[in-house]
């Protein structure tokens, strides 16, 4: 058994997982990362006490459900594999504060997702995404949402009604129009640039918004009702503020 309850096979182009791996009973953090996997074996069941599992950067088309016996999870990473959907089970994972489901295939956010009741952050983009189920709004501990390089062309509503949310990053989207996020009282961040948007969203004070007419570069100004597009010369010198990639819950 590692001593630090640790096991790190990232980048061992495997192409299964060593059986022998899943004796260590003790296990909390396993790193599969950037393999070549597709499946798991029956015995990772016997990791009850796992709590971080790194799948990212495989080759799965589909989420083993052995991985939604592991009822001790907060932290999942799945991202950069071929998911189109997720299994109901993975409302088994009812101690999950973090999951990550980024570039994958998905066009829909599964509805599964909005029972993990713990989730804290959800980093969903770069799929296929064209909006979010209004169930999301039950996840009350919810604080961060990416969402960046999706096919949104709205703004999603119901992030609207989660005034418990901290950061928002919509990103590389096809957002025309932003509605006000004034009225959250939670909001920390929104990053909305990259979107063919003609205002930005309007935020209470102290909460930093990049993009596009962010702190950094003024609103188009207005004139007889019509935008105005800022001439080059009063365009600010300072590039924008770069996005910074979103922190793992620690469980």
């Known amino acids: ?35 070549n996997l597709n499946h798991l074996p029956p015995e990772l069941e016997q990791l009850q006490n796992l709590q971080i599992l790194a799948l990212d950067f495989n080759n799965f088309k589909a989420l083993p459900l052995v991985v939604c016996t592991l009822k001790q999870l907060c932290i999942l990473y799945l991202g950069n594999n071929k998911l189109c959907s997720l299994p109901l089970e993975l409302r088994l994972l009812q101690n ?16 599964v997702v909005c029972e993990l009741s713990l989730l804290k952050t959800l980093h969903a983009g770069s799929n296929a995404l064209r909006g979010l189920p209004r169930q999301l709004q039950g996840l009350q501990e919810l604080r961060t949402i990416w969402l960046s390089g999706n096919l949104l062309s709205e703004f ?38 990259h979107n063919p948007c003609r205002n930005a969203p309007k935020v209470a004070k102290g909460v930093r918004r990049v993009g596009r007419w962010s702190e950094e570069s003024p609103e188009p100004r207005k004139r007889s009702g019509a935008v105005i597009d800022i001439t080059l010369d009063e365009k ?5 503020a770069a996005k910074a990639e979103p922190d793992a819950e620690p469980c």
């Open 156 to 193: 999603p509503p119901v992030l609207l009604d989660m005034p418990f949310l901290e950061v928002i990053d919509v990103d590389r989207n096809s957002i025309r129009f932003f509605p006000s996020l004034a009225h959250l009282p939670g909001l920390k961040l929104v990053i909305y640039d």
């Open 236 to 240: 600010p010198l300072l590039p924008p």
């Open 96 to 111: 999950l504060k973090t999951l990550w489901i980024e570039s994958n295939c998905l066009q829909y956010l599964p509805e």
């Open 1 to 35: 058994m590692p001593v630090d309850k640790m096991v790190d096979l990232s980048g061992r182009q495997m192409r299964r997982l060593p059986v022998h791996i899943c004796s260590f009973r003790e296990l909390v953090k396993l790193y599969l990362s950037d393999n």
